[in-house]
């Protein structure tokens, strides 16, 4: 089987400007939004799912690592999309959704989750023991992180092993790594990892690898999760700034099949994201800012229904999701604070998007079923999606887009996904080169 996150990471490496973008989104619409990007692009697409959403004991979505993996393959049969053109990943595998346990009984669980990722067939493997347990110092010391990951690889290895798929795993390891789920705080002036904290991670990542025997891994170990200054809280986007990673790009200077991954990329200016590839931030993820862009368009779908159906028969999709915010207020209320209003308005439009939680839920699923049902049996008249959808109505008159409740949804997601393919897989890449640096010469 092609590896294709292994070949675009040795593409990399060998100093042509190419990354791969991360889809971390259970929802099905963003999954089936990345797919089509990825059928015009023609390319492979790696999709993740994280600890928080997907667990071996179905994690806040319902779905098990195979439950997943069957749900992207289902959509990926439905659009023509070969199966062997994706690659699945499993973002933040540690003690993360069980930091309340002692660590022990927290490590234990982290076992099975990496465990059934594997089993379930996921090829790219971030293993992340960063937080602490019940009773462990706050922050965990680096020795402490590399060790707990050295016990998980054993486990991933030989999960591996006993699925027939020994050397098929890649995995990513670091400790900088942004809270899975969203910062909790507004946000101050970030600044990056700082060089010797990068090559410290490495060499007790390295040596704990080999305290276990597993030393022979570290040709798979593919990407070093370090803060680039690239985060976004509820309502500020901090933009990657190439001037402040200069000497932090050195340490793979030395480290022939490491690029770095990039968490927390979602609202960068395409400009910004293209840097970030060429100064080897190779994997850029991407989650929150899907969901954003899938919310903006049923918004606007609900305005649009407001003008074209009675009162009665309305589907209120955003009316529900408030209610049912307020009712199960565990997803947000610690993360946004203020008054009332300025809670209000960060559950609606906070980039942090803590509604997409919601909308598995089943309230909200029969609102927006019904938003689609009602505005698929009108035609929308065309000043509508030019007032609510302006981009997406200006693929419509260009012919390129049907006036379709869903396709305007799928597209508005795609334009989030847009900049990534500009910055991942550019037009000219053949003129482009890098220098071991990350200095181009064109």
Not at 32 to 56: F, K, P, R, W, Y
Not at 200 to 206: D, F, G, N, V, Y
Request: proline share 6%.
């Amino acid at each position: 089987m092609v590896n294709h996150l292994w070949n675009t990471i040795r593409e990399h490496k060998a100093g042509k400007a190419v990354g791969i973008y991360a889809v971390c989104s259970a929802h099905p619409a963003v999954l089936e939004a990345s797919i089509l990007q990825a059928l015009e692009d023609d390319s492979h697409l790696l999709i993740e799912a994280t600890s928080n959403q997907v667990d071996q004991f179905g994690g806040y979505t319902g779905m098990r690592p195979v439950d997943f993996r069957e749900l992207v393959f289902a959509l990926a049969d439905d659009l023509g999309f070969a199966r062997d053109r994706l690659v699945l990943g499993g973002d933040h595998l540690g003690p993360n959704r069980w930091q309340k346990l002692d660590a022990e009984e927290a490590m234990l669980n982290a076992e099975g989750l990496v465990r059934a990722y594997v089993e379930a067939g996921y090829t790219k493997i971030h293993l992340d023991c960063s937080m602490s347990c019940a009773g462990d110092p706050a922050p965990l010391g680096d020795d402490l992180v590399a060790e707990r990951t050295a016990r998980l690889l054993r486990v991933a290895e030989d999960a591996a092993q006993a699925s027939g798929r020994a050397d098929d795993i890649l995995y990513v390891i670091g400790t900088e790594v942004p809270v899975p789920g969203g910062a909790h705080e507004t946000l101050g002036d970030l600044v990056p990892t700082s060089p010797d904290a990068a090559r410290a991670t490495l060499e007790r990542h390295r040596q704990a690898f080999a305290d276990v025997a597993l030393d022979n891994i570290w040709p798979r170990i593919i990407a070093l999760v370090v803060q680039p200054a690239v985060e976004f809280d509820h309502l500020r986007v901090i933009d990657y700034h190439r001037a402040g990673t200069v000497d932090l790009r050195r340490v793979l200077d030395n480290e022939p099949g490491l690029v770095f991954e990039a968490h927390s990329t979602d609202y960068q200016e395409t400009a910004r994201l293209t840097e970030l590839v060429e100064d080897h931030w190779a994997i850029l993820k991407v989650g929150p800012g899907l969901t954003f862009a899938m919310r903006q368009g049923l918004f606007a779908l609900a305005n649009i229904e407001d003008e074209l159906v009675p009162a009665a028969d309305r589907s209120n999709l955003i009316e529900v999701l408030e209610r049912r915010m307020l009712e199960k207020p565990g997803y947000w209320e610690g993360y946004y604070e203020g008054t009332p209003e300025q809670q209000r308005i960060a559950r609606r439009f906070s980039y942090s998007d803590r509604l997409r939680y919601y909308w598995p839920d089943e309230d909200v699923v029969a609102a927006e079923s019904r938003l689609y049902d009602n505005l698929s049996h009108l035609e929308i008249p065309l000043p509508l999606i030019s007032q609510y959808m302006p981009d997406q109505y200006a693929r419509v008159r260009a012919g390129k887009l049907r006036p379709h409740p869903r396709d305007l949804i799928l597209d508005a997601i795609r334009d989030s996904l847009r900049p990534y393919s500009q910055a991942c897989f550019p037009a000219e890449n053949s003129d482009v080169s890098l220098t071991p640096t990350g200095a181009l010469h064109v």
